[in-house]
């Protein structure tokens, strides 16, 4: 028995059921122990194996199986370096297993390389990963067991080990520690302190108009556990965008999903609640806005997060920080909470905070009448509300992460209960969107997967369509085909007079046939009809198993509104309006209904 056979019997222990891989000479060793004890998926290129292993993970309960990102030395390590930094901003775990030369190989003394294709991996992973382990030699299973477990300890996060040829072929080593002393993941509930949670308890009863933001630090099984108590709580419930499948947009105490380039109604609301909870957000620039003095300017804020770091930043400005599990948390304030003097009272007034905010969601609708797009092209909104209403409860959705098309998905889409949806923002990274749903797919492979992604985004990994094709996913993608980057070109427009760069196949990018590209990975492909988009032929393809592809033309000079406004001040720095005075303006008769309490301290 090889060690590498050892240490792929180590990680099926710890609940790896899948490999997703790009192979090489480097990893010969780990990839042939792997290929009778796991599922193992070959994808055309590494960054694509990483971003699909952290979807697969995310996608997934924490009890099912995971999958790990296998690949080898030099090209192979600096391919992944974008998924590991991904997975590393959006606080997920992520094991990354690197090939490297033989240890006698490896350069030192300055020397830049010795063996072919080294580099050193360790360094490159370092700074976008929680823990990294070189084996240049058999270590314990409780060495390299109690690294992988850092993952998923505390704020999760990648891992990378660096695996040297020679070790990976070397004789199984006699290993009695069969398991490390102590599993960091954990949570250590009882470190909460009792008093904290009655504190927030009793902010929360003297509140008038109290609102919970939920974060991706709130687990899927947490949010299922806790709604009912939250529902009888009466609280509205507003979503970061990593947590937007937590609660059913149909709730009645839904408040949407409030951000920079979040639901206009949403951002009303949280900027005129007296008191915003939230828990598991690390509250960035994108949850508060760039503005972020502005953010909740009513409110006392009170913040639950993991790592201390998020909460002793200094933006947004906060009232209450508490380093724990937000999901623990929150289920010893739900005890508390329901104990507290007039608590059954504040829930009478916290009633006609709900009715107002569902007045205010009735007038603000999704999608902005002030957007415009030319004949013949398809409103991106108006079909996301309409992908929204024939999609189904189990189905996977990904609204990859970054321009026009993710911003329409996030403001637009209404998602059911037991739907999951994943994507990645916090690197905002084009071209994650088709690796990461065919990690979600392959998690899932009895359910349905919907990828909607922007035309430049997806070019960026449209390699990954051979992936796709070769597993025949029941996979769904629908492509906003704008020839170009949307988000860009109207940055161009808005501050530089339209001087366009780069943006689009008239400016020079080049961008494929689409209907010619998916026929020729042999995926059904179909242009969507501007005056009637989902037909009969649609559903019945999206009802379809296997891989399928929608365009959808969208105009390139299409407007995506409302959206935050920037402007240059007279030092030329960049000032951004707060979360609630979005653009377009609105009309005074509604702003009047739907600002009332902004307008009374306004006044005061």
């Known amino acids: 028995m090889k060690y590498s056979d050892q240490f792929a019997d180590w990680l099926v222990e710890e609940g790896y059921t899948h490999c997703f891989y790009v192979a090489g000479g480097n990893i010969m060793h780990i990839l042939n122990s792997v290929r009778t004890r796991m599922t193992c998926v070959p994808f055309v290129h590494e960054v694509g194996a990483g971003i699909a292993a952290e979807y697969f993970n995310e996608s997934r309960d924490s ?226 806005g760039f503005n972020w003095q502005a953010f909740a300017p009513l409110a006392q804020v009170a913040q639950v997060d993991i790592d201390g770091s998020e909460l002793a930043k200094g933006h947004p400005i906060v009232d209450i920080a508490v380093r724990a599990d937000a999901g623990d948390f929150l289920e010893l304030l739900l005890a508390s909470a329901t104990q507290l003097p007039g608590s059954q009272a504040r829930a009478g007034l916290w009633a006609s905070w709900v009715a107002f905010g569902q007045r205010v969601a009735g007038l603000l609708p999704t999608a902005d009448a002030g957007n415009t797009h030319a004949q013949g092209f398809i409103d991106p909104f108006v079909l996301v509300q309409q992908l929204s209403a024939v999609l189904s409860g189990d189905d996977i959705v990904v609204p990859c992460s970054s321009g026009g098309a993710f911003t329409v998905m996030m ?111 042999g995926i059904p492909v179909k242009e969507l009809d501007s005056e009637d988009p989902i037909d009969d032929d649609t559903r019945q393809r999206l009802l379809a198993r296997g891989p399928a592809a929608f365009i959808v033309p969208v105009d390139p000079e299409q407007t995506f509104y409302p959206k935050i406004n920037s402007r240059v001040t007279e030092t030329g720095t960049m000032e951004s309006s707060p979360l609630h005075l979005m653009f377009p303006p609105l009309d005074e008769d509604v702003a009047k209904v739907v600002l009332p309490y902004l307008r009374e301290s306004a006044s005061q």
């Open 63 to 288: 009890s099912a199986g995971k999958a790990f990102a296998l690949v080898t030395a030099g090209p192979g390590l600096t391919n992944i370096l974008t998924a590991m930094a991904g997975a590393y901003l959006e606080s997920r775990d992520l094991l990354v297993v690197g090939g490297q030369v033989k240890s006698s190989d490896l350069a030192s003394g300055g020397v830049r390389q010795r063996g072919i294709q080294e580099i050193d991996g360790i360094a490159l992973a370092q700074p976008v990963t929680v823990s990294t382990l070189q084996i240049r030699e058999p270590l314990s299973r409780a060495e390299v067991i109690g690294v992988v477990r850092q993952g998923r300890a505390g704020r999760k996060g990648p891992v990378f080990i660096d695996f040297c040829l020679d070790a990976q072929g070397a004789e199984a080593i006699a290993d009695a520690a069969r398991t490390p002393d102590a599993d960091p993941s954990l949570p250590l509930s009882s470190q909460i302190d009792p008093a904290v949670v009655a504190r927030v308890a009793a902010l929360l009863a003297a509140a008038e108009r109290p609102l919970i933001l939920l974060g991706g630090g709130i687990s899927r099984e947490s949010a299922a556990r806790l709604l009912p108590g939250l529902t009888a709580l009466g609280v509205p419930i507003a979503t970061t965008w990593n947590a937007a499948d937590r609660i059913d947009s149909a709730h009645p105490l839904y408040f949407g999903r409030p951000n920079t380039w979040g639901m206009r109604w949403s951002n009303v609301l949280i900027q005129q609640a007296d008191l915003v909870l939230a828990l598991g957000s690390r509250l960035g620039m994108q949850q508060t």
């Open 411 to 521: 403001q637009a889409f209404s998602q059911q209960g037991g739907q999951r949806i994943v994507t990645d923002k916090g690197l905002a990274s084009m071209g994650y969107g088709l690796s990461g749903a065919i990690g979600a797919s392959l998690a899932h492979v009895a359910s349905r997967t919907v990828l909607v992604e922007g035309d430049g985004g997806f070019a960026q990994n449209l390699q990954e369509l051979g992936t796709a094709a070769a597993q025949q996913l029941n996979l769904k993608i629908f492509l906003f085909a704008n020839a170009g980057y949307a988000s860009i070109r109207m940055t161009q427009r808005n501050y530089f007079d339209g001087a366009y760069m780069g943006c689009d196949t008239s400016t020079g990018l080049g961008l494929p046939d689409w209907l010619k590209l998916f026929a020729a990975y």
